[in-house]
């Protein structure tokens, strides 16, 4: 049996639901687990039974500060080596990230897969196109953004998610390998031609300083993330472009332009009326 962790989360709902309409006997792990699903609290070890689990597929439980994600990693893998788990799938940061506030936990993380025993993959995955579209912000008749005329090679969570089921429903093919799944770049100017409004650049600066003063549901933690995303693609360190993504689904990837678009336009003010 494969177990997806985080299955009610996006990726991992999704990624749950790719494995399952390929015909693959799967089930998945949550903290509030819905029916037929396993209780995973990553923070409470004795909930993480992992008996019975033929393939993990490891979706990163990014929400906190670098220890505690990397902890809630080791004791999962902990419990993978003591329940006879026969593969890892592990779902990681593009290698174009090293940079990025959050690549540390990843980078750790994958240490830790590596250093297990057991078999495994890691599926390097590029940011979420959804996430580049509703970063940008509204402002009067347009939107505004810190990534200048800078691109990210950004990829739809739902190609993200079919790649891991994928590799997960034939792990011993990918065993020892490592995927970085990126997309087609775009740019935060082709969304607002798309969206047929103007793009105005702001400095990183000011776009730190919004995120502290005007967000504040954000946790401690994701300004300074959401800062190294900017500059990262703002100064072209995230517009790289592999095969990986396409050779993995043996198609062409969905067009991240238009998903981005998509977010972008569930943001805007009068959508959300």
């Known amino acids: 049996m494969m177990l997806v962790t985080g299955a009610n989360g996006s990726l991992g709902s999704a990624t749950l639901a790719a494995l399952r309409a390929r015909g693959v006997a799967a089930t998945g ?5 819905d029916e037929g699903m396993r209780r995973l609290d990553f923070d409470d070890h004795t909930s993480l039974d992992l008996a019975g689990v033929s393939t993990l597929v490891l979706i990163s439980a990014g929400y906190a500060e670098d220890d505690r994600v990397v902890g809630r990693h080791a004791a999962v893998l902990d419990a993978a080596v003591r329940d ?3 593969h890892v799938v ?3 940061l593009t290698t174009a990230g090293d940079h990025l506030g959050f690549a540390l936990a990843h980078r750790a993380t994958e240490r830790l897969v590596r250093a297990s025993g057991l ?3 890691i599926l390097r995955n590029g940011l979420y196109a959804e996430l580049f579209g509703g970063l940008l912000m509204w402002a009067d008749d347009g939107v ?3 990534f200048g005329d800078g691109a990210l090679a950004a990829v739809a969570r739902e190609d993200l998610a079919e790649a891991a089921a994928i590799v997960a429903a034939d792990p011993a093919g990918h065993r020892g390998r490592v995927h970085d799944l990126v997309g087609t770049p775009i740019t935060a100017g082709q969304v607002a ?7 105005r650049t702001i400095g990183l600066g000011e776009y730190r300083r919004r995120l502290l003063d005007e967000a504040p549901g954000l946790l401690p933690f994701q300004p300074p993330m959401l800062a190294s995303i900017a500059t990262g693609i703002r100064h072209g360190f995230l517009d790289g472009a592999t095969p990986d993504l396409t050779d993995l689904l043996g198609r062409p990837a969905r067009d991240p332009l238009t998903t981005a678009v998509a977010a972008a336009a569930s943001t805007r003010p009068e959508a959300r009326r």
Do not use: I, K
């Not at 792990?29 to 687990?33: E, Q, Y």
């Open 29 to 33: 792990g949550s903290r509030t687990p």
């Open 84 to 86: 006879g788990v026969g």
């Open 90 to 92: 592990y779902t990681s």
């Open 119 to 121: 078999p495994w993959t």
């Open 144 to 146: 505004e953004s810190a």
């Open 193 to 199: 031609d798309r969206l047929g409004v103007p793009h």
